[in-house]
């Protein structure tokens, strides 16, 4: 997976980050996460991340968007190596929107509905800069009753979301760090 990272999702570049910052690099994980193989692989590796949390989830939670395709992947996975929870076989997949529909349903969460409140949900991320758009994912869970048992984030580009996740009471794992693209 590092190797599929680092040759189709990793570039020496000026960008604006989603959080406003201004970076020399940009990890667009997509790019790997997509392709068949990325997709089998990263669901293997964050569902292994998943499964290491003290308390083990019943479903996994993709942040819109970077985090739909890890959620479904890790689903997928899971329901293949039949894995089991209190509410069955496989983890379900859950995708927390930025901002609620504005026509339909309304949700801001698709996949919860047979959720029970208290039920311990992961949340999964591509890469985790200030933690911003994760931590209002957690808030999102956290308000329709669920307990967020972890996170789980592809890339961790060590400036400071581990720490502000922590700060919220998660624990954040990460698969990757910068350091894994540029050298300390």
């Given at each position: 997976m590092?190797?599929?990272?680092?040759?189709?999702?990793?570039?020496?570049?000026?960008?604006?980050?989603?959080?406003?910052?201004?970076?020399?690099?940009f990890?667009?994980?997509?790019?790997?996460?997509?392709l068949?193989?990325?997709?089998?692989?990263?669901?293997?590796?964050?569902l292994?991340?998943?499964?290491?949390l003290?308390?083990?989830?019943?479903?996994?939670?993709?942040?819109?968007?970077?985090?739909?395709?890890?959620?479904?992947?890790?689903?997928?996975?899971?329901?293949?190596?039949?894995?089991?929870?209190?509410?069955?076989?496989?983890?379900?997949a859950?995708?927390?929107?930025?901002?609620?529909?504005?026509?339909?349903?309304?949700?801001?969460?698709?996949?919860?509905?047979?959720?029970?409140?208290?039920?311990?949900?992961?949340?999964?991320?591509?890469?985790?800069?200030?933690?911003?758009?994760?931590?209002?994912?957690?808030e999102?869970?956290?308000?329709?009753?669920?307990?967020?048992?972890?996170?789980?984030?592809?890339?961790?580009?060590?400036?400071?979301?581990?720490?502000?996740?922590?700060?919220?009471?998660v624990?954040?794992?990460?698969?990757?760090?910068?350091?894994?693209?540029i050298?300390?």
């Amino acid at each position: 997976m590092l190797e599929l990272l680092r040759t189709r999702c990793f570039a020496r570049k000026k960008v604006v980050l989603a959080s406003g910052r201004e970076s020399d690099f940009f990890i667009d994980c997509k790019q790997a996460v997509l392709l068949a193989e990325g997709h089998v692989l990263i669901g293997e590796l964050m569902l292994e991340a998943a499964l290491a949390l003290p308390t083990h989830p019943v479903a996994v939670a993709g942040v819109e968007l970077g985090g739909c395709p890890l959620a479904s992947a890790v689903a997928l996975v899971s329901f293949q190596r039949d894995v089991r929870t209190e509410r069955g076989v496989g983890l379900d997949a859950i995708y927390v929107r930025k901002q609620a529909k504005d026509h339909g349903s309304q949700r801001q969460l698709e996949g919860d509905v047979g959720m029970q409140p208290n039920d311990p949900v992961v949340v999964v991320e591509d890469v985790v800069t200030t933690g911003g758009s994760t931590l209002r994912a957690i808030e999102r869970l956290r308000e329709r009753g669920l307990t967020v048992a972890g996170v789980v984030a592809i890339v961790d580009r060590l400036e400071g979301g581990a720490e502000n996740v922590r700060a919220a009471g998660v624990h954040l794992t990460s698969l990757f760090t910068r350091h894994d693209f540029i050298p300390a």
